[in-house]
T-cell receptor, first 112, second 113 residues
């Protein structure tokens, strides 16, 4: 069964910490995405990548960066975590043929 | 610009009731359309899709028809179950080579026994 795996389901971090959220897909997909999900706001795109070492900003990139050194792995980095980054973070991937996204199970991050 | 508008929730129904969740979109050309479902504590799962006008997507008793003339993709189910309680997201993939999906804000459905 094809999968997108996010390394943690729950994380608690302190304000100012550098936080890494990892996402790995086993479908050889070219495209990978990071979203955050907040009540009343739906899904908002943070960053996405069409290829290795390639990244593009989404709608809310401020305070985040990403890394894609290998095709299967797409990391989201919070350079200095703040309380307003407390959220559910969802990773997704897609490939050619447009069958839509495959999502990971999400990481619920709490910044205290 | 490209956008998706879906009916505000939450929606509460009794088991075996009929469900409709409205979704309309704004896009140029002929986008592909999707419904995703998110069960409590989980990520989103693709529920159904349609890639051209008049296509009907269906899965697990849910259906949605791509209506180009009304730019709509309403989700329906004839008889809901408690296990259908979830958040439902409508989305479209704008035509023109962009791989980014545009999502609605989600509609929370609760089905009571």
């Amino acid at each position: 069964d094809v999968k997108v795996t996010q390394s943690s389901r729950y994380l608690v971090k302190r304000t100012g910490e550098k936080v890494f959220l990892e996402c790995v897909q086993d479908m050889d997909h070219e495209n990978m995405f990071w979203y955050r999900q907040d009540p009343g706001l739906g899904l908002r795109l943070i960053y996405f990548s069409y290829d290795v070492k390639m990244k593009e900003k989404g709608d809310i990139p401020e305070g985040y960066s990403v890394s894609r050194e290998k095709k299967e792995r797409f990391s989201l980095i919070l350079e200095s975590a703040s309380t307003n980054q407390t959220s559910m973070y969802l990773c997704a991937s897609s490939g050619a043929g447009w069958y839509g996204y495959t999502f990971g199970s999400g990481t619920r991050l709490t910044v205290v | 610009g490209n956008s998706v508008t879906q009916m505000e929730g939450p929606v509460t129904l009794s088991e075996e009731a009929f469900l409709t969740i409205n979704c309309t979109y704004t896009a140029t050309g002929y986008p592909s359309l999707f419904w995703y479902v998110q069960y409590p504590g989980e990520g989103l799962q693709l529920l159904l899709k349609a890639t051209k006008a008049d296509d009907k997507g269906s899965n697990k008793g849910f259906e949605a028809t791509y209506r180009k003339e009304t730019t709509s993709f309403h989700l329906e189910k004839g008889s809901v179950q408690v296990s259908d309680s979830a958040v439902y997201f409508c989305a479209h993939a704008p035509q023109g080579g962009s791989e980014k999906l545009v999502f609605g804000k989600g509609t929370k459905l609760t089905v009571n026994p």
